[in-house]
């Protein structure tokens, strides 16, 4: 039989919680919303209301994305979550949303969120900003975790919990927030985030770490030595891709042959791309995809190549190499594309076996035999 009442509760829950999050921009409330959802595709999927499920499951991977910094909040996820309340309640409970439901005791309005004026997104000190700016200098990269729990720690528990010694395995910490003292008076169930620095890759630090990682800064590897156009110890990558999945992959493939740096728009790749020049540590390869969240992948292509002719460096031999990596297969798009001189193209989904050739050839033209 279905418990109606269970159903009720969660769905309140749902909803309270996503109005408090459009209300306040409070993200931290994503993961309660998370969880509630993730519950009710569970719930869902026992009861045998296999398509309602389906579309719970749908909410709980935006959701995931949403936590895990990959994606933004916005009205149109508000409106995604308030229709799975809708839909929910209409097959579970036979009822239009608010008909015949109890009106929560709390008011709706929590405390507005603090407000962070430094790029991290935390209420940081002197030494911690400082901690870093130390940090961005080494090339390392900036992380955070963000962790749900209930209030009732000690202060030693807390200050020793596991992801803060993985954490140290892993690099540096930088900032605990809230600190033990603002948490042991919060409300009974909120988040904890871990700011720290580290020179790994994502995908080699989500192997330790389960919980959502946020990336704020990829690290910047600095080779020990080489020149702008002598001889290299190992090649240097640049993945330019949005799906994290896609780059995750390519990521993963790359690293294994040299230094690999991955950016998620067209702007950061850019950015990546002038500071290896800058620090005489030019790229050999480059993966763009040409459907970026702020820029076509023409326009950074078209970048690339103008930088290569101010340094006067115009030999195909001797430029970076650059593979488009996208799904299109539009011929006009291609036309257009081509005429900014791409090495080639990494056609989704990828051939892996293609790429390693290509990565082997490049490797016998620009690293020496020892």
């Known amino acids: 039989m279905l418990d109606h009442g269970y159903f009720e509760d969660i769905l309140n829950q749902l909803e309270m919680d996503a109005l408090n999050l459009d209300r306040t921009g409070d993200t931290s409330i994503v993961h309660l919303l998370f969880r509630t959802v993730h519950n009710l595709k569970s719930s869902t999927a026992q009861a045998g209301f296999t398509e309602l499920s389906r579309e719970v499951h749908e909410l709980e991977n935006v959701l995931d994305q949403i936590r895990r910094g990959k994606a933004p909040w916005s009205a149109t996820r508000f409106d995604q979550v308030t229709q799975v309340i809708d839909r929910a309640r209409f097959t579970l409970l036979g009822v239009q949303s608010g008909e015949g439901l109890p009106t929560p005791d709390k008011a709706l309005d929590p405390p507005p969120p603090i407000s962070f004026s430094n790029r991290w997104g935390l209420a940081l000190s002197v030494g911690e900003l400082a901690a870093c700016e130390r940090a961005e200098v080494k090339g390392l990269g900036i992380y955070r975790v963000d962790k749900l729990f209930k209030k009732g720690l000690p202060r030693d528990i807390f200050n020793t919990l596991p992801v803060i010694e993985d954490i140290r395995e892993l690099g540096a910490p930088i900032a605990v927030f809230p ?192």
Not at 180 to 204: D, I, N, R
Not at 254 to 269: A, F, I, M, Y
Not at 296 to 310: F, M, S, Y
Not at 317 to 329: D, E, H, L, Q
């Open 179 to 370: 600190s033990w003292e603002a948490y042991s008076e919060g409300p009974e169930e909120q988040v904890v985030k871990f700011l720290f620095a580290s020179a790994k890759a994502t995908v080699e630090l989500e192997e330790v770490l389960f919980d959502p990682l946020i990336v704020l800064r990829e690290p910047r590897v600095r080779l020990a030595t080489g020149t702008t156009t002598g001889a290299r110890e190992t090649l240097r990558f640049l993945i330019v891709e949005d799906d994290p999945t896609a780059g995750g992959l390519l990521h993963y493939i790359l690293r294994q042959h040299g230094d690999c740096v991955l950016c998620e728009s067209g702007n950061e790749g850019l950015a990546a791309f002038h500071e290896g020049w800058e620090r005489g540590t030019p790229f050999d390869l480059v993966i763009l995809d040409l459907f970026l969240p702020d820029l076509h992948g023409d326009a950074v292509l078209g970048e690339i190549r103008a930088l290569e002719v101010q340094r006067d460096i115009r030999d195909v031999a001797n430029r970076c190499m650059v593979f488009i990596n996208t799904a299109s297969k539009d011929l006009s798009q291609m036309r257009q594309t081509l005429a900014l001189e791409p090495d080639g193209y990494l056609m989704k989904p990828i051939n892996v076996d293609f790429l390693i050739d290509k990565i082997a050839a490049l490797k016998a033209q620009r690293i020496p035999l020892a």
